[in-house]
């Protein structure tokens, strides 16, 4: 198989038709997910497989979340892709840094709240069903999806990039300086917390946040390397240039504001020498 051809196998996705006019895109890597269900994972292949659907429903949940905020302020292009990283949901069109940050966190906000029904729903049944009762199986498999959820929503406010943190503090930090320079910032912020996350997933053992550390911290570094290095001093450079530069534009303001003032001083005591003359002339006049 040539380069070009596994580059559109890797890139091949499929619609599976529209949700509130959003197309909804399954990209070839979503076939990761079936190796939980082959392995099982002690449950049985049809118990994996729904959880392993619920995973991918509340995926969807969690980009629409995106998607529905972005429709609301009139973004067009919408569309959602799932694959088996999770998935994105796309958009074009301007948006300020405020509806930036909202249309970002309205994604985990929906994995909290998603996880938050499921745990309780979970917690509830399991107190309630029957030990060994397919009911009790069923409430673990909720219970499941919402405790993943939980970690994935704690796990996607990662300060990197791809996740949602990194967007996020992208869209606050575009609100005093430009796209590129605030990327830059997040590129090195998220290779640093990457890093640490990588590092504590390795010794816990947890491969789920092992997993997000390594994606945060190749993403990082990746981007780094396209966008002029790693330069660890460069934010506080750029601080440091900001502060001295509104420094100056202060120092130019006292400036235009001391020259007015004086304008103003001198164009008063002109008056009053001119309203003193007249009060002069007409005392003279009348001796």
């Not at 202060?250 to 007015?260: I, S």
């Amino acid at each position: 198989m040539s380069l070009a051809k596994l580059n559109a196998f890797l890139n091949w996705s499929v619609s599976v038709g529209r949700l509130f006019g959003i197309p909804i895109k399954l990209h070839i890597s979503l076939v990761f997910f079936l190796y939980p269900v082959l392995m099982g994972w002690g449950m049985g292949v049809w118990h994996t497989l729904e959880y392993v659907l619920l995973i991918v429903l509340s995926i969807l949940l969690h980009e629409f979340g995106h998607a529905l905020t972005a429709k609301r302020y009139r973004l067009t292009g919408l569309s959602i892709t799932l694959h088996g990283f999770g998935g994105f949901a796309v958009s074009s069109g301007y948006r300020s840094p405020k509806q930036a940050l909202i249309i970002t966190l309205m994604g985990p906000a929906v994995t909290f709240a998603v996880a938050g029904f499921c745990l309780s729903v979970g917690t509830l049944g399991l107190n309630a069903a029957e030990l060994g009762s397919e009911a009790r199986t069923q409430f673990l498999i909720v219970h499941a999806v919402g405790f993943l959820n939980l970690m994935l929503g704690f796990l996607n406010l990662i300060p990197s990039y791809p996740f949602d943190g990194g967007h996020a503090v992208q869209a606050i930090l575009n609100r005093k300086q430009d796209e590129f320079k605030s990327m830059r910032v997040v590129f090195h912020l998220g290779l640093v917390v990457s890093i640490l996350v990588l590092v504590y997933g390795l010794i816990s053992g947890h491969s789920l946040v092992t997993i997000f550390g390594l994606i945060g911290g190749a993403t990082s570094l990746v981007n780094l390397r396209q966008t002029g290095g790693i330069r660890f001093r460069e934010p506080f450079q750029d601080r440091k240039s900001r502060k001295e530069a509104e420094a100056a534009r202060m120092r130019e303001r006292a400036r235009d504001q001391a020259f007015l003032s004086d304008v103003m001083n001198r164009e008063k005591a002109r008056e009053e020498r001119e309203r003193l003359r007249k009060i002069l002339e007409a005392s003279l006049d009348d001796e």
